[in-house]
């Protein structure tokens, strides 16, 4: 109710109020001879008042006197017969304030119908991404579910600046030398130069980590090629090798492939959407997308010949039936339409694209100034629909290494630099938000949400920073470059790969010294009773009871970085 609308409901209750009274005081002599009556309404015109009307003259004939206390009926007529007609400005302002009153407690009761709105506060749930996937017959109070996982969202928050959780160290194979790693929602996928494919599924107790069978045979050990790019969404894993050959695995039936394909020649790139069962390779100068059928039988959806060897590719997620990929290849960017030929979205010569990444409508990549007019080094963003550039950010000496467009909040983006600088970006008024001075050497991976950025770095060190205060909140350091990062509010994935994939002796090297060549991946776990004790995968399962993660209080370690 808004200040003119109060004004208005006051002055038309004073107004019926002072009619009231009136009556009242006309028609007083008529009652002192019969039986007194408590809050008694007029005939005519005072018949029209409403409840809240005759509640309002009940309160104000029963104002000045003890609730507990009756007169007797002597003294109510002496009280009458004294007391003829009350000062008008005292009767107008006793009702003014028990107007007053009476609108505060009519509010009151709108807000208090409002604040027990179970539908409001599912709402107000679902828009904060609390239980998304929740309907609002699941839960009786959501009032009391929003303030959990508010509660719960501040514990974490607080649990990610002062690094209080559990760490683990994913298992390494012996004699293998780590070669790619990919993660989503907590399932880390891992290739080795002995061409063994594993993954661990971090979300529970038990970080168990089977092998993904391949089709080489078995009387070939040490013969495998080396494992060029893995690849993992909720329901599939996909595995490149060096000789052409491409694996993937469907998680929820086993560890056996169920779909191959091959190349002529070495896989150069591979991309795997997040949302559906779409996978597609670059090798030479051919792409190629492959789907399942409606019967589940892998075909080609689309193939695609491009002028040079591919560098970057992504496929853009939401794309309905047909699927969209993006490709770079030196100074060309491709978009790949399953349904048409390939198009040149952006080409400059002699300026190369140094990094790519897409969202559902957006692609984003860097690309490097060379010749002689130099521009500096910037960030291009393109729109996919409209198929032209929408901004040029940054203007930067050194090459921009990574960039995250798909998991950054609406209107920002992250950008990783040579120059050893993270940088967030305004896509609405095309200008650095923030730099931040984050690593020794260049950025290597780099991802944000809306309080902190979470980078990677070339000499090993992983850093997080509280954006919003411009503050470190802490950092860790290990032997390789940082070649993967993924988090999200509760777990963080990192994954340390070494440049050379030299495979040491175990017989002749200590395990301290194999240890520092073969690669790292931690998990980081910010809410351990989130865990659960068996994994959803089938092929993620076990029987044992042991876990091999360690769980303490990681702050202590680097106490100086408390905040």
């Known amino acids: 109710m808004d200040d003119h ?30 039986r007194p009556r408590r809050a008694e309404v007029a005939p005519g015109r005072g018949e029209q008042a409403s409840g809240y009307l005759a509640l309002a003259q009940g309160l104000l004939e029963g104002a000045g006197r003890p609730p507990a206390v009756r007169a007797t009926r002597a003294e109510r007529q002496d009280a009458a017969s004294r007391s ?73 928050r607080t649990n990610w600046k002062n690094r209080k959780g559990a760490v683990s160290e994913l298992e390494h194979i012996p004699d293998a030398v780590l070669c790619d790693v990919h993660s989503h929602d907590g399932v880390v996928i891992a290739g080795y130069t002995s061409g063994e494919v594993r993954v661990w599924d971090t979300r529970t107790w038990d970080y168990v980590a089977p092998f993904l069978e391949s089709e080489y045979e078995e009387d070939e050990p040490g013969m495998q090629p080396y494992v060029s790019f893995v690849r993992i969404n909720s329901s599939l894993a996909v595995a490149a090798y060096e000789d052409g050959f491409l694996n993937i695995w469907d998680l929820r039936t086993g560890k056996y492939p169920i779909h191959h394909f091959e190349h002529d020649a070495r896989i150069q790139a591979l991309a795997l959407s997040k949302d559906d069962a779409t996978v597609a390779t670059a090798s030479a100068f051919d792409v190629v997308m492959l789907y399942p059928n409606e019967e589940g039988y892998w075909q080609i959806a689309a193939e695609f010949e491009v002028q040079k060897l591919v560098d970057y590719l992504e496929i853009v997620p939401d794309t309905g039936r047909y699927p969209v990929a993006v490709a770079t290849a030196g100074d060309l960017v491709y978009l790949l339409k399953a349904e048409d030929s390939a198009r040149t979205l952006h080409y400059v010569y002699g300026q190369p694209v140094t990094c790519l990444d897409v969202s559902a409508n957006q692609v984003a990549f860097g690309v490097k100034s060379l010749g002689w007019v130099y521009e500096g080094n910037k960030i291009l963003v393109y729109s996919l629909e409209a198929e032209r550039c929408l901004s040029k950010l940054g203007n930067t000496l050194g090459d921009f290494t990574c960039v995250n467009l798909r998991d950054s909040p609406p209107n920002l983006m992250v950008s990783g630099n040579m120059d050893r600088r993270v940088r967030i970006h305004d896509l609405r008024t095309d200008k650095i938000a923030l730099s931040l001075s984050a690593h020794q050497l260049g950025v290597s991976a780099v ?101 091999t993660s360690y769980n303490y209080d990681l702050a202590l370690t680097f106490p100086s970085d408390n905040i």
């Open 84 to 156: 003829r007609s009350p000062p008008v400005r005292e009767a107008a302002g006793g009702g003014e304030q028990l107007v007053d009153q009476l609108i505060r407690d009519l509010v009151s009761k709108t807000w208090k119908v409002i604040a027990e709105d179970e539908v409001l506060w599912y709402r107000l749930c679902q828009q904060e991404g609390h239980l998304p996937e929740s309907s609002i017959s699941d839960y009786s109070c959501w009032k009391l579910i929003f303030q959990e996982c508010r509660a719960k969202e501040h514990m974490l």
């Open 447 to 547: 991802q944000m949400d809306d309080w902190k950025v979470v980078s990677g770095g070339e000499e090993g060190l992983v850093s997080v920073w509280d954006y919003r205060m411009n503050q470190k909140l802490w950092e860790v350091h290990s032997r390789h470059a940082v070649r993967h990062i993924s988090f999200n509010s509760h777990s963080l994935i990192t994954a340390n790969v070494p440049y050379e994939k030299v495979v040491r002796n175990s017989d002749l090297d200590s395990f301290a010294t194999h240890r520092r060549h073969r690669g790292l991946i931690h998990a980081y776990e910010f809410a351990v009773d989130q865990l659960a004790f068996q994994s959803p995968l089938p092929v993620c399962r076990s029987s044992c009871d042991t876990m």
């Open 5 to 34: 609308s109060l004004e208005e409901f006051r002055r038309r209750w004073q107004e019926e109020l002072a009619q009231a009274q009136a009556l009242r005081k006309r028609r007083r002599p008529e009652a002192a001879e019969r």
